[in-house]
């Protein structure tokens, strides 16, 4: 089995239309002078992040595990990422360990409150993450948490709550300085929605007791494969058929589609990460996400039949760690014996494959990135293959991949309607 990441696409596309411009895209993130340059230090990261500060984030992450419970608060990159390799990694039911649970990702008066509960008799540390410290959701929960963690704890609650900010400035890193948190940098040069290889998202998967050393290394297999100026380099391809999609075909969505639920917090990750990069000057695809065969007994009978606006990037995984055995029963009630000793497994990639036809022979046109394994390897790398291919299909759409003015808009007008309460 080769460690390798294979891409097809459903539709005759001559990819040399577009060769200059995706090369052009690279050039700008390698060169570092494209829009928004001073955010591309996750490119080499997987090579050049801090070895002392992943050395104590190690040490710590230890200390956290002997703990019931370890809260993650923060908004946006600042979870979503660690979430994702986390529920993909991990067994979907709980077993014994601890308990990674995430607060300060929205306002709800009732999440915060059950959590608050659910914490108050358990052994808990909390890991509050933001560059500036006043990122709105974030900085409540954390108010709220860090009273909690006071109440239980005392003057032993400094040793609770570790803080992953800005290396020198922002308020809080000035506050955890003062009462002296243990903290890990934000990058200055790694954007929120790009920083799931950094502290940000390392530390909580740490904490969860994944290999962190073997993410980053198929992240930084992907740095090797993924920065190459040549059509062989798929993440360069993906951007190619997206923007083709867009402009050409006039596709306006696309679906981001797996067949395992241990995927549904990726594909959060990857509507961040691409609507957030791409969705400015009235430009880029909306995404979504969808797992089949849940849904396609309900909105599949849109993509199928609907508007042909939409397009599918499916994630296939080829060998997952555990499976089932259709057995044979005696009275074959449901007529399904012809299926008897089959794989589970097996029927799901029969699935996959009668989807992926009956959508194509719709006008729905299809990508496939073949991905050998769920593991930490191949969760490293599909998430560098993922943020190259965000970089120059943004690029490739005269887009800045690196700001969201649109998301700065919301918050001022909800600080004037706040300050008239």
């Known amino acids: 089995m080769t460690n390798n990441f294979e891409l097809d696409f459903s539709e005759d596309l001559c990819f040399c239309n577009y060769e200059k411009e995706a090369f052009k895209a690279l050039d700008f993130i390698l060169n570092k002078n494209g829009l928004g340059s001073k955010f591309l230090g996750w490119v080499t990261h997987p090579e050049v992040y801090d070895r002392e500060e992943y050395s104590r984030m190690k040490k710590l992450s ?40 995430f607060a300060g990702n929205n306002l709800s008066g009732d999440y915060l409150s059950e959590l608050v509960e659910y914490i108050k008799d358990k052994d808990f540390f909390i890991n509050v993450i933001s560059k500036s410290g006043s990122t709105f959701e974030t900085a409540v929960a954390f108010r709220v948490l860090k009273g909690v963690c006071e109440e239980k704890y005392g003057k032993e609650a400094t040793n609770r709550i570790i803080v992953t900010t ?16 243990e903290t890990f ?40 494969e993924y920065t190459k100026k040549s059509l062989d380099n798929i993440s360069l391809k993906y951007a190619i058929i997206r923007n083709a999609m867009f402009k050409d075909k006039k596709k306006e969505i696309e679906y981001l589609v797996a067949h395992e639920f241990k995927l549904a917090y990726l594909q959060e990750w990857w509507k961040q990460l691409f609507a957030e990069s791409e969705g400015k000057k009235g430009k880029g695809l909306y995404v979504e996400s969808a797992i089949f065969t849940r ?13 042909k606006i939409t397009f599918e990037t499916i994630i296939e995984v080829e060998n997952l760690k555990n499976d089932i055995i259709i057995p044979l029963i005696e009275e074959d009630f449901d007529k399904l014996n012809y299926l008897a000793k089959k794989s589970l497994n097996d029927i799901n990639k029969v699935a996959v494959t009668a989807t ?54 919301y918050k001022k007008n909800m600080y004037q309607l706040l300050e008239k309460m």
């Open 185 to 224: 940098c934000v990058p200055d040069d790694i954007g929120g929605r790009f920083s799931v290889l950094t502290a940000v998202g390392l530390f909580p998967i740490m904490c969860a007791e994944i290999d962190t050393d073997v993410i980053l290394l198929g992240a930084n297999d992907g740095l090797e």
């Open 166 to 181: 800005d290396a020198e400035r922002g308020l809080l890193k000035e506050f955890s300085d003062r009462v002296g948190y």
């Open 295 to 307: 849904d396609l007994h309900s909105f599949g009978q849109m993509i199928q039949d609907g508007n």
């Open 62 to 101: 230890e200390k956290v595990k002997k703990s019931e419970v370890l809260v993650v608060i923060g908004v946006g990159g600042s979870f979503l990422g660690s979430k994702a390799v986390i529920k993909a990694l991990k067994p979907y039911f709980k077993q014994d360990g601890l308990d990674i649970v």
């Open 356 to 409: 992926r036809k009956a959508h194509t022979d719709g006008d729905v046109p299809t990508v496939r990135i073949k991905v050998p394994k769920l593991d930490a390897y191949n969760i490293g790398k599909l998430i560098y293959f993922f943020e190259m291919s965000c970089a120059i299909s943004a690029y490739m759409l005269d887009v800045n991949p690196f700001d969201q003015p649109g998301v700065d808009n």
